[in-house]
């Protein structure tokens, strides 16, 4: 499709919205969605879900084995739970794809545009040929275009075609979208958008990031693999080990003893519950501005130990006053300002720095307009991390060229042609404002196009004051036990006064010159005591983050531009700027600060810890009830078979029919399980980082799954034998027992939440608890719902010893999660 002619002052935006309609919005072809029944089937793939299906199968066969005499109940009772837990999986991936669309908008590149004649930031969305677009270094073109204005304009191509080194562009250069701006700057008239780009016609280099799985879940899957292989391996010792005592002719008997064990043994909603853990803890990490881009990211958050953050923006404010100007020549130093400097101050665009420069030079009576038309610039230098300077040369009246220089304080010093004595003035002075901590730069001008006689013109203080939460999580990182480290390419002094403000405090300040003279063994030890590091260049903060990964450390690393994206990639989580952040640096980072706050960081490394903390917390609560099940139907079986008790069938007498079973597993692994999702931990802040690679299962988790497994196990056991001989029927202890197991598998669910830090009270868990209790005594109390479980009505002899039973437990479990905690307390401190 052919594009609009070339404008020069932009499009309007009526214009910009009819070519919108026209050309269709710049982005690719949204990905094909799955269809429902894929969807469906997705969720079937688990190794715990494909036991149970197993199960199901084997049911049905006895069930024709045995003539199709009624309905088949477990059956039917495995399939609602399959597709209870198949439901929710479908409705959560729908609704996780809807949040990441939404993530999706709030982490979009942005551009400046010119349009009606102002420079606006819009959606790269929205971009239509004709658009006038504003590029500076560590933008991604955001379209094809052509370079317009274009200053010491380099760009990388390599995704493109592969070429590692940046390719310099000059006016009416072909600009493909995808690439990126490395150095300069440049206006881009765009010719193609969306999929008539470059990057459109090569859409799958550019495919959306496929689902792939966190560590987190890989390990959930390989704890259900590892799981469902020893029920497989147990359910057909067993199924061998009945047919010796039972014979052949008891096979469908055997068969669905081995599916009671089955169903006992599976924590079915292990799926469901992930899925909604990380699904809420990537919402709740959106509403607290921090947009998870990689779902590792999550657990990563809760294994940080070390935070290196960069100062300007995210410990400070980012709103740039400038205090002073000190010169000999204010008239030529406020020119500087004016000139050296690429921000529009009539439309607010530019760099924060440029533009408080911009403010205060107007304030001081200067006419930026009239300046800038009357000196226009022929030739300029962007600012470049490693000379930390730019200078422009305009054509002065009458024809003369005249360089400005503005940089940092100490390189525009060195530059200048000063006496020793005068030398030694302005920096001792540029010294003694970065100790009060403000950012010094250094201002310059000469004659001619070349940098020799630069004339010194005097130094501009500028203030960026610290936020004011960041102190507070700068505390809240300590007590985590997370240290914090100051990056910052700032003078050290400043970088130090800084530090000292937010509570960042360290015993000196080293400097990227200082950082390159130490080997691996002295950055080393030098991370064990420095925390603010100054004058970085992009290849200290690389190594910086290398040494502490090290060291054993899992490091996030937070960033803006360009020069930190080769950081943030090697970092564990990589954070960038969402408001001042380059694209590139969006682009390479886990996760995007919405509002660029430190204090962002902490929340989200929070919810990192109450996800990871959500997920034990479940497998400890239902795996508890299902060594406690399993230790039941095994006992119960070995038990009935030594005492000779047989059921009507003539089988061995089961305490827990497969029905039964799943029945009890549903009121548990159901809305309680889930509603485990959704705890908060205000606490989780007071403990250690999480290793990395932590056990679901580590020593603590065990112990309480043993024990209190063991120990409502043991309760169920003793009710088998103890009710019978208080003169309670058969049928009636079955059905106390089942009562029993139901009411203590629903409130472990307390004392398994209480290993860690104090959670905060979950409303949910407690209605869902509730209505738990409440269907069990229905299943007891009505009739229809007894029949169906095969249950019968509770004995008053039962009653006092249930009763008993479920407090004792309960104690139980608490005293165990006391005595573990209180365990892990001193492990800490030890």
């Known amino acids: 499709m052919a594009a609009p002619p070339e404008t020069t002052?932009?499009?309007?935006?009526?214009?910009?919205?009819?070519?919108?309609?026209?050309?269709?919005?710049?982005?690719?072809?949204?990905?094909?969605?799955?269809?429902?029944?894929?969807?469906?089937?997705?969720?079937?793939?688990?190794?715990?879900?494909?036991?149970?299906?197993?199960?199901?199968?084997?049911?049905?066969?006895?069930?024709?084995?045995?003539?199709?005499?009624?309905?088949?109940?477990?059956?039917?009772?495995?399939?609602?739970?399959?597709?209870?837990?198949?439901?929710?999986?479908?409705?959560?991936?729908?609704?996780?794809?809807?949040?990441?669309?939404?993530?999706?908008?709030?982490?979009?590149?942005?551009?400046?545009?010119?349009?009606?004649?102002?420079?606006?930031?819009?959606?790269?969305v929205?971009?239509?040929?004709?658009?006038?677009?504003?590029?500076?270094?560590?933008?991604?073109?955001?379209?094809?275009?052509?370079?317009r204005r274009a200053s010491a304009l380099a760009v990388d191509e390599s995704s493109l075609t592969g070429e590692a080194l940046p390719i310099d562009k000059a006016d009416s250069a072909e600009l493909h979208s995808g690439t990126l701006v490395v150095r300069g700057r440049t206006e881009l008239v765009v010719t193609a958008t969306g999929p008539a780009s470059t990057m459109g016609r090569l859409a799958a280099s550019l495919s959306r990031i496929g689902s792939v799985k966190t560590p987190l879940e890989l390990r959930i899957d390989a704890l259900g693999r590892r799981l469902a292989g020893y029920v497989g391996a147990l359910s057909v010792a067993l199924v061998g080990a009945g047919l010796v005592v039972e014979g052949l002719a008891r096979l469908p008997a055997v068969l669905m003893f081995a599916v009671a064990f089955a169903v006992a043994i599976v924590p079915e909603s292990m799926p469901a519950m992930m899925t909604l853990s990380l699904a809420l803890g990537v919402e709740r990490m959106a509403r607290r501005k921090a947009v998870v881009r990689r779902l590792a990211a999550v657990e990563a958050l809760g294994s940080v130990t070390v935070i290196a953050s960069d100062k300007t923006g995210t410990l400070t404010s980012n709103h740039l006053v400038v205090e002073r100007l000190e010169s000999r020549d204010e008239p030529e130093a406020l020119l500087a300002l004016v000139l050296a400097n690429d921000a529009d101050h009539a439309r607010g665009a530019g760099d924060p720095l440029e533009r408080a420069l911009l403010e205060y030079a107007t304030a001081r009576g200067a006419d930026v307009v009239a300046l800038r038309s009357a000196n226009p610039r022929v030739a300029s230098e962007p600012f470049d991390s490693q000379k930390r300077s730019m200078s422009v040369i305009v054509e002065r009246a009458g024809g003369e060229l005249q360089r400005y220089l503005k940089g940092a304080a100490e390189i525009v010093i060195a530059a200048c042609d000063l006496g020793a004595e005068s030398r030694h003035e302005w920096e001792a002075f540029a010294e003694a404002e970065a100790e009060r901590g403000f950012k010094v730069l250094g201002l310059a001008t000469g004659r001619g196009a070349n940098h020799a006689e630069l004339r010194f013109l005097g130094c501009v203080s500028l203030w960026d004051a610290p936020r004011p939460d960041a102190r507070v999580a700068v505390r809240a990182a300590e007590a985590a036990g997370i240290r914090v480290l100051m990056v910052t390419g700032d003078h050290p002094a400043t970088a130090r006064a800084i530090g000292e403000r937010v509570g960042i405090s360290s015993t000196r300040v080293l400097t990227g010159t200082e950082l390159d003279a130490l080997d691996e063994a002295a950055l080393g030890a030098a991370l064990e005591e420095i925390r603010v590091f100054s004058r970085l260049l992009p290849e200290h903060k690389l190594r910086i983050v290398e040494a502490l990964q090290a060291k054993g450390e899992v490091v996030a690393m937070t960033g803006d531009g360009l020069n930190d994206a080769p950081a943030l990639k090697k970092a564990d989580v990589g954070v960038a700027m969402g408001q001042r952040g380059s694209e590139v640096a969006r682009e390479v980072a886990d996760?995007?600060?919405?509002?660029?706050?430190?204090?962002?960081?902490?929340?989200?490394?929070?919810?990192?810890?109450?996800?990871?903390?959500?997920?034990?917390?479940?497998?400890?609560?239902?795996?508890?009830?299902?060594v406690a099940l399993t230790i039941l139907v095994l006992g119960g079986a070995v038990g009935s078979m030594f005492l000779g008790l047989r059921a009507r069938a003539g089988g061995v007498l089961l305490p827990l029919t497969a029905l039964q079973i799943l029945w009890i597993n549903f009121l548990g692994d159901g809305p309680p399980a889930l509603a485990l999702a959704v705890d908060r931990g205000p606490n989780v802040m007071l403990e250690r980082p999480l290793a990395p690679g932590t056990s679901l299962l580590d020593r603590p988790t065990t112990s309480f799954i043993l024990v209190d497994g063991g120990f409502k196990g043991g309760v169920g056991l003793a009710l088998l034998a103890l009710l019978p001989a208080l003169g309670t029927s058969l049928g009636a202890t079955a059905t106390a027992v089942f009562f029993y197991e139901s009411l203590a598998k629903l409130l472990s669910a307390y004392p398994a939440r209480r290993l860690g830090p104090k959670a905060s009270s979950n409303a949910w868990l407690h209605l869902s608890i509730g209505a738990g209790v409440g269907l069990a005594v229905l299943c007891v109390a009505l009739g229809p719902l007894r029949s169906t479980l095969a249950l019968q009505a509770l004995e008053p002899s039962a009653a006092l010893p249930l009763v008993l039973a479920v407090v004792v437990t309960l104690a139980s479990g608490e005293a165990t999660a006391r005595r573990l905690r209180a365990r892990r307390s001193c492990s800490a401190r030890g």
């Open 9 to 124: 002052r932009g499009l309007t935006r009526r214009e910009a919205l009819a070519r919108l309609e026209r050309f269709g919005p710049n982005a690719l072809p949204p990905p094909e969605r799955a269809s429902f029944l894929r969807r469906l089937l997705r969720q079937l793939e688990s190794a715990l879900i494909l036991l149970l299906l197993f199960a199901l199968g084997m049911d049905v066969l006895v069930w024709f084995y045995d003539g199709r005499h009624g309905a088949p109940v477990e059956a039917l009772a495995i399939l609602a739970v399959l597709a209870l837990n198949a439901g929710l999986g479908v409705i959560q991936e729908y609704r996780s794809e809807s949040a990441l669309d939404e993530l999706e908008k709030l982490a979009a590149p942005l551009s400046w545009v010119e349009r009606d004649g102002t420079l606006e930031q819009v959606s790269a």
């Open 126 to 147: 929205t971009l239509v040929p004709g658009d006038l677009v504003r590029l500076e270094a560590g933008d991604r073109v955001p379209a094809d275009g052509i370079a």
């Open 591 to 626: 996760v995007v600060l919405l509002d660029d706050r430190f204090s962002t960081i902490i929340a989200a490394v929070e919810e990192g810890r109450v996800i990871y903390r959500n997920i034990v917390n479940f497998v400890r609560y239902t795996s508890s009830s299902n």
